[in-house]
């Protein structure tokens, strides 16, 4: 069902689930208050209970209370960034964090989300937690049709539109004395050296770290398989760019343009979602491309997406 954001509120207040719009990808929202609620998120997503959730906040002050023991400069970051697409983990307040919401971590992950009903919702529930609005291991919805594909009538939806970002938050953790990062996202490594004054790292073992990156990810069902040389491929479906001809592909499912790297951004999980509707026995995908800036995001997601079939 379609709700407005202030039924979103209402509904939230009582300890229900609502997909709700962010500007990176919708979010299944739950109120930290609400134990069941949050209980109930991991089962309709399939998720496994060991894989924490991003709590968001109307603003930085209110995150603040979560906050416990935290020796990092991660103001800096959340002055920087906030409201926007990067999630900070920082030491828990576990009496006001629930271990069900951390994943059984001594860590919170935070952030404020750059998303107009997004914030009108959070600033009258206080903070949510919000996982990605999909089924454990589908791409996640960058439009609230995706949401109702994955969840039908088990949630209610605010439609807040195509998502501007289209991928998630990067995720960025204070360890051995630098900041890391636990998951790309649409924060660039690059716009973070800028605040920073040196690139983080990607943590090598983000498994670990990060739970979620364990998991199979943003993957249609048909295997996608990465090629340097899609142009010549013979096959059924290419997942390409417009501005490229792809001469021996029956029919071709455009990202954008090249040198336009955020609309290709904004298109990725809508694409990957659509492979599916084509009953092909694979999709070539042409990984021609540098992976800078957003772009090294987009590579990494559809390497997860094609990797999944050899990798679980
Ligand atoms: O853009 C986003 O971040 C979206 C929107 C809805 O805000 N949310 C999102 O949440 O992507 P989710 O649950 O799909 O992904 C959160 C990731 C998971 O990989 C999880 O393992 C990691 O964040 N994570 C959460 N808490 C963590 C913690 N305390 N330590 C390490 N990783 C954590
Ligand atoms: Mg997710």
């Known amino acids: 069902m379609i709700v407005s954001w202030e039924q979103a509120t209402d509904l939230i207040q009582q300890g229900k689930i609502v997909g709700i719009p962010t500007e990176t990808v919708y979010g299944l929202a739950a109120s930290i208050q609400h134990e ?109 049709q995706h949401v109702l594909d994955d969840f039908g009538d088990k949630v209610s939806v605010v439609d807040g539109g195509h998502c501007d970002h289209g991928l998630e938050s990067t995720i960025i953790h204070y360890l051995d004395s630098s900041w890391q990062i636990l998951r790309r996202g649409s924060i660039s490594l690059e716009q973070l050296e800028q605040v920073l004054g040196y690139k983080p790292i990607q943590l090598n073992n983000t498994a670990i770290a990060c739970p979620g990156q364990k998991y199979r990810h943003y993957a249609p069902t048909t295997p996608l398989i990465l090629s340097a040389r899609a142009s010549s491929e013979q096959t059924a479906l290419i997942i390409g760019f417009s501005g490229r001809v792809y001469p021996h592909a029956q029919r071709v499912l455009i990202l954008g343009d090249l040198r336009s790297p955020e609309e290709i951004a904004r298109n990725l999980y809508q694409v990957l979602r659509q492979v599916d509707h084509y009953k092909v026995l694979s999709a070539i995908v042409d990984f021609a491309f540098e992976p800078v800036g957003i772009l090294a995001t987009v590579a990494e997601r559809l390497q997860r997406a094609s990797l999944s079939f050899t990798d679980h």
């Not at 060991?50 to 603003?59: C, E, K, R, S, T």
């Not at 920082?90 to 860590?107: C, D, F, Q, W």
């Open 36 to 144: 069941a609620a949050i209980h109930e998120i991991f089962s309709l997503k399939g998720r496994p209970t060991d894989n924490p959730l991003i709590v968001h906040g109307a603003d930085l002050e209110s995150l603040e209370p979560l906050i416990e023991n935290e020796q990092s400069d991660w103001r800096k970051l959340a002055k920087n960034f906030w409201p926007g697409p990067l999630t900070i983990i920082v030491h828990a307040n576990i009496e006001k964090v629930s271990v069900l919401a951390r994943g059984g971590h001594p860590t919170v992950a935070l952030r404020v989300p750059a998303h107009k009903q997004a914030l009108q919702i959070i600033a009258q529930t206080g903070p949510i937690v919000a996982p990605s609005a999909n089924l454990s291991g589908r791409p996640s919805p960058t439009q609230m």
